[in-house]
């Protein structure tokens, strides 16, 4: 029989994090859920005796808390994201992505596992391959790409956090190993047929839709399956669903 996955999530009270929770459960795995407030999790998987909560605030737990709850993990996944409010695009914690992911990976390496974490970050198309690997960008929608990540917190937050793990950790690290995935404008709806591509395959001008379940569905297969994060391990996936544009 094989041996139960554990996989730490943070950002799992979130649209697309929410989803990632439920697919875990779903297939079996060990879930440990680091949440500002348990209250926010969705009905129904408070119960699930695979999964255990940690009600903290993710940036403050000292490191000794943090690497508690990610000794054993096989995976760590994160969806977590600014709020979609004034206060969350523009308020702090503005490198919220970046310092968790640091802190997140700087916690595995400390721990020196014998066998490499996977981390899996939610990032955006918004993000730029760090190594210079997306050609589909001409010279102008670079340019409003550029602008927007300096209006807009996020994206420059999102940037940072993949740029991290492609320049800081690196693909010869022997505690942790990393994807960034990429989906397009989110959209609800059940896990369907989706594309994954390894640059961007759409403009910003005429983007590309991705459902939420189909990048939980993603993540999930990334932290279970050996094939999937084999092909997948240190790059920047694009999903987008399949079929005609909505
Ligand atoms: N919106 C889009 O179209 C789109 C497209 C592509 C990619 N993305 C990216 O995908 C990611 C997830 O998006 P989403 O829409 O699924 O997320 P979301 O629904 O906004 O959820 C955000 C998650 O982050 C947590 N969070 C926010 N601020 C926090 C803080 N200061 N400390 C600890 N946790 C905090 C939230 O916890 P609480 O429940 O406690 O607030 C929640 O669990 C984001 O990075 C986003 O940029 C978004």
Not at 74 to 95: E, M, T
Not at 210 to 220: D, E, L
Request: aromatic content about 6%.
């Amino acid at each position: 029989m094989a041996t139960q996955q554990t996989v730490l999530l943070v950002g799992g009270t979130g649209r697309t994090g929410r989803r990632v929770l439920e697919q875990l459960l779903g297939r079996g795995v060990s879930v440990r859920a680091i949440v500002r407030s348990a209250e926010k999790l969705p009905a129904g998987v408070v119960e699930d005796p695979n999964l255990t909560v940690v009600e903290a605030d993710l940036l403050s737990l000292s490191d000794e808390d943090l690497q508690r709850h990610l000794r054993g993990c096989d995976a760590v996944i994160s969806c977590l994201g600014h709020v979609a409010s004034f206060k969350g695009i523009f308020g702090p914690p503005r490198d919220l992505v970046t310092r968790a992911t640091t802190r997140l990976c700087r916690g595995i390496q400390a721990l020196q596992p014998a066998k490499p974490v996977k981390f899996i970050l939610m990032g955006s198309v918004s993000v730029n391959h760090p190594g210079g690997l997306d050609t589909r960008r001409g010279l102008f929608e670079k340019a409003v790409v550029w602008m927007l990540r300096r209006v807009v917190p996020p994206a420059k937050d999102n940037q940072q956090a993949a740029s991290f793990l492609h320049d800081s950790v690196g693909t010869a690290d022997p505690f942790a190993q990393w994807v960034a995935v990429r989906p397009d404008s989110l959209l609800e709806g059940d896990v369907s047929e989706y594309t994954l591509h390894e640059g961007l395959v759409s403009s910003v001008f005429a983007p590309d839709s991705t459902a939420m379940a189909n990048v939980a569905h993603f993540m999930c297969e990334l932290a279970v399956d050996a094939e999937a994060w084999d092909a997948w391990k240190g790059k920047l996936p694009v999903i987008v669903n399949a079929g005609p544009r909505l």
